[in-house]
């Protein structure tokens, strides 16, 4: 597996990131062993790079698949939605805890819209740096799905790492176009900003190009690495070939194309309305009946509404 460098931390990244929202409790919710297993595979197959959350409440299968296996060879990205420096203090010490590590490679402030959220966000950001002074923590920065963010970041000299929306077909950026996006990346690159992407399936709706969309995302220069969300040891096994080699096995790619997500709301939603909140997509209305109604064309299948609700009524399946 080819391994990059994010920019001017010095970390060293295989250009397959292992997304982890998908085999927890916001998607697939796989049992703990099975999480873990499939993480562990993607390791054991050259792997090195882990893109979690705390909202995506996956520590417990990293730590698992870590058992036995050499930590130090594995780079762990997690963000948080603190603002405040008490905040982030509680999003690191869980963080820490709840892996059994020492330090968290890259810690990233979560969905960064603009200049304006970062500046809301700028005590967090400053605990972030003086824990990384202490060891705690080898990078700080961002994560975004808008340009504005992506900007903000790279003016921030606090920022060392970005992680943007980036896709083909532009499914998700909230503020523009893929173009501008592509050219907000290759400004962030020039300004020593260490890069690596998200949602290069657009969610899940570029699944049936999947070549196109990997083909896409792994020929911008300025990404040292993508994350892709995996939850089967098909996806592992065909997203590591294609990473490596630019191909893939025909009977694998027959049965990847036969995969589909959908966003499922469970008969006693109460449409309280606070998932239409957590949508940064505007995906989410009332609909006619009282309860929540899905826009599949915005949808992106993040699951972060169903962190939101209260009745635990919304889920990806």
């Known amino acids: ?31 703990l062993n099975e999480g873990a297993r499939i993480i562990r595979l993607a390791l054991e197959k050259g792997v090195n790079f882990i893109d979690t959350a705390e909202l995506y409440q996956t520590y417990p299968y990293i730590k698992k698949a870590l058992e036995g296996f050499p930590t130090d060879r594995v780079v762990i990205a997690t963000k948080s939605y603190a603002a405040t420096a008490q905040e982030m203090e509680k999003s690191l010490k869980r963080a820490l805890s709840a892996l059994g590590r020492d330090y968290i ?26 824990a990384k002074e202490k060891g705690y923590v080898r990078a700080v920065g961002i994560s975004t799905h808008h340009i504005a963010g992506v900007r ?3 003016m921030h000299p606090a920022v060392e790492v970005i992680h943007p929306l980036i896709n083909y077909r532009g499914i998700g950026i909230a503020d523009g176009s893929t173009q ?33 969309a990997f083909d896409f995302v792994l020929g911008i220069k300025e990404l040292s690495a993508i994350a892709v969300g995996m939850k089967s040891e098909i996806e592992v ?42 949508c940064s997509q505007k995906a989410l209305a009332l609909g006619p009946t009282g309860k929540i109604q899905v826009n599949k064309e915005k949808c992106l299948f993040c699951g972060y509404c169903g962190a939101r609700c209260p009745h635990f009524a919304i889920k990806v399946i």
Request: glycine residues 12%; proline residues 1%.
């Open 237 to 278: 096994i065909a997203n590591i070939n294609y990473f490596q080699k630019g191909e893939i096995d025909g009977n694998i790619e027959e049965n990847l194309k036969k995969l589909s997500k959908k966003l499922h709301i469970e008969s006693w939603c109460q449409g309280c309305g606070q998932c239409i909140d957590a």
């Open 105 to 130: 490679d890259i810690f990233l402030l979560h969905e960064q819209e603009s200049y304006f959220t970062l500046k809301g966000h700028e005590e967090a950001l400053f605990f972030l740096v003086k």
């Open 1 to 31: 597996m080819e391994k990059r460098v994010l920019g001017n931390t010095g970390i060293e990244v295989s250009r397959l990131c292992f997304g982890a929202l998908t085999i927890g409790p916001l998607q697939r919710n796989l049992s």
């Open 152 to 154: 903000a970041g790279m």
């Open 180 to 212: 501008e996006m592509l050219e907000a990346i290759a400004e962030a690159y020039l300004m020593g900003k260490g890069l690596y992407g998200m949602k290069p399936l657009g969610g899940g709706h570029l699944g049936s190009d999947f070549k196109k």
